[in-house]
């Protein structure tokens, strides 16, 4: 806020920031990063706000504000090593929302007992919670996501409903809206969550603006699905229904879904997820599952060590020899000699 002068000495562009100033924000909210967040899901949510916030690029904080909080106001590191300053401790009731930004699950402690408190007190007087990327982990530990369902990464999925068996959770959305819990699978689809936001609180206009200066052709809604497996070829399958059958089967691999489970994920009947397939990849869905299962099986024997039982049952084969015999056929070769051979080879 500009340090107040006499009248003598203030100008129009001085009134107009003063009255500006002291304007409520349409949209406020309050940042808390986790010990070793992801710096992506931080500064794609506060860009958006910073790009709905005021006129052009001028970045000034009036249409919504935002205020990053940490244990005792201290600096708080990133897991990709840079060290971000905060604006102090766990004050103010006065947020829309409060967003726990998460990071990586396995180094050490994870949230501070006034941040635990903080976010637990925040919930009894009813202000909506967002959990972004492994942010669902922290809140579900706090036992805050009791009753609510939530949105991760289908990277994290196996991890939440191994440690939450009771939560309900959805890995094929981006972001998922549950009354007063908010949460969010990661990456860029934090920059449509943040956008989702502003078009509630500030009007489509505010939230377009954003979305055009990032290069994001259009919004997504929180429904859209994450992106397919990573098998080559796939990435301009645009049919939403294929895509989810993707996702459902990549997330069961250990424990193939049958084909009427797959197609009810996607809506459609068993025939015309067949069809649907055909025509976006050339394929059928137990084709993708195969193919799908021996790139990851591959990528596993290639870049670990783990046991090849182990490696079987992780993609679903039913036993070693099952699986060495679908890996001789699709490679050429076994997969104890593929991992026995040079890397250079």
């Known amino acids: 806020m500009m340090r107040f002068k006499p009248p003598c000495e203030l100008y129009v562009s001085d009134i107009i920031l003063y009255v500006r100033d002291m304007e409520q924000p349409a949209l406020s909210v309050g940042i808390v990063p986790m010990p070793d967040f992801t710096m992506l899901a931080l500064s794609a949510f506060v860009d958006t706000l910073r790009l709905a916030a005021d006129e052009a690029d001028r970045s000034r904080p009036i249409r919504c504000r935002w205020r990053l909080m940490s244990e005792q106001g201290r600096p708080v590191r990133a897991s990709n090593g840079i060290e971000i300053a905060t604006d102090g401790g766990f004050v103010g009731d006065h947020f829309d929302y409060i967003v726990v930004v998460g990071g990586t699950l396995h180094r ?21 919670l967002i959990g972004l990327c492994t942010g669902a982990f922290v809140l579900a530990r706090l036992d805050l996501m009791k009753g609510h369902r939530a949105c991760v990464s289908w990277f994290h999925k196996a991890e939440l409903v191994a440690e939450f068996p ?116 050339g394929f059928s869905p137990n084709a993708f599952a195969g193919r799908l299962r021996a790139e990851r099986a591959r990528q596993l024997v290639l870049d670990s060590q783990r046991t090849l039982t182990d490696i079987a049952m992780t993609c679903g084969y039913s036993d070693a020899a099952h699986f060495a015999r679908e890996y001789r056929r699709r490679f050429g070769s076994s997969p104890s000699q593929e991992r026995r051979r040079p890397a250079s080879s």
């Open 108 to 128: 050490g402690p994870e949230i501070g007992p006034a941040a635990a408190a903080w976010l637990r007190d925040a919930a009894a007087r009813g202000v909506p």
């Open 166 to 281: 009771q939560l309900k959770v959805n890995a094929d959305a981006l972001f998922l809206v549950d009354r007063d819990r908010i949460t969010c699978a990661g990456g860029t689809g934090v920059i449509h969550l943040a956008s989702h936001l502003i078009e509630r609180h500030l009007g489509p206009g505010s939230a377009s603006k954003g979305l055009r200066i990032m290069l994001e052709a259009e919004a997504r809604g929180g429904t859209s699905p994450q992106p397919p497996p990573t098998l080559e070829g796939l990435g301009t399958v645009r049919d939403v229904r294929v895509l989810r059958a993707m996702l459902a089967i990549e997330q069961t691999l250990a424990t193939p879904m049958d084909a009427r489970r797959v197609a009810a994920v996607a809506g459609v009947s068993t025939r015309q997820l067949a069809r649907l397939f055909q025509a976006a990849v």
